[in-house]
Every structure is written in C-alpha cells, then in structure tokens.
C-alpha cells in the first residue's frame, strides 16, 4: 500500500509539473510576437521530458535590429505576460552591463530561455550573428 501511495504522489507532482509548464509555454507562445517585433528569430528548441519537463529555446538576433528603448514600452503595455516581462527585463540587464564595457564590437544578441521550473533566461553578446539561412530554417520548424 505505502508504494501505491508513493506512485500516486508521483503521478500528481507529475501532473502538476506539467500544467506549469504548459502555462509558461502558453505565456512564452504570447510572448513570440514581441520578440519577433525585436528582431528575434527561432535559432534552436529542445524538450526534455522529465520531472519537472522542460523546453529551452535558443532565440537570436542582430544587435541593430533590437531596439532597446522599445523593451520599456513592451513591458508597460504586456505587464500582464510575466514571461515575456522577464524576457524583457533579462534584456534590459543585459544591455545595461553592454554599455558598462564601451566599444566592444558585438554584432549579435542570444537569449537562451529554459521554460520549466524553475525558468531560467541568460542572455549574450555575440561577435558573430547566425546565419538567416539557419535562423529562418529553425524558426520555420
């Protein structure tokens, strides 16, 4: 009996795993038309399927083409989308710190976003930017 117990709260802590990371990917799925609006495109997605699952997306962009006063604006108007706010403020940090270095050449940003729990967003500058032959590839996928 104390095993099937055992199995029983497995299975509910299971559950409930789930349910939260189905409502970050539905809060990061309303989240992708801001990105995109920032120059963001899809480079890499991988799911892994254990407890707690998780899904980690790799997203990328040109450094010209992310409007970093228009971040402010999005997080004012999506206040509501808590994922896409701390996308947003990891960007802000990020750009923030940038700015601390001076002239350092970077010609790309990369966000990588692990939605599981807990999530996790870590951004970087790159002094190379994908190939929009790959990105628009991934994106597609």
Do not use: C, W
């Not at 108007?77 to 802000?92: F, G, S, W």
């Amino acid at each position: 009996m104390p095993f099937k117990d055992l199995m029983g709260k497995a299975q509910d802590v299971a559950n409930a795993a789930t349910d939260v990371a189905g409502r970050f990917l539905d809060e990061f799925n309303e989240a992708l038309p801001a990105m995109r609006a920032l120059g963001f495109t899809f480079k890499d997605l991988h799911v892994g399927t254990g407890l707690p699952p998780e899904i980690s997306v790799k997203l990328v962009a040109s450094i010209d083409t992310v409007d970093v006063k228009k971040v402010q604006e999005i997080i004012d108007k999506k206040a509501e989308n808590k994922t896409l706010v701390a996308l947003l403020k990891a960007l802000q940090a990020a750009y923030h710190i940038k700015q601390l270095l001076g002239d350092v050449a970077f010609k790309g940003v990369e966000m990588d976003i692990t939605l599981g729990l807990p999530p996790h967003v870590s951004v970087g500058f790159v002094s190379h930017t994908a190939s929009s032959a790959g990105v628009a590839a991934a994106g597609a996928a």
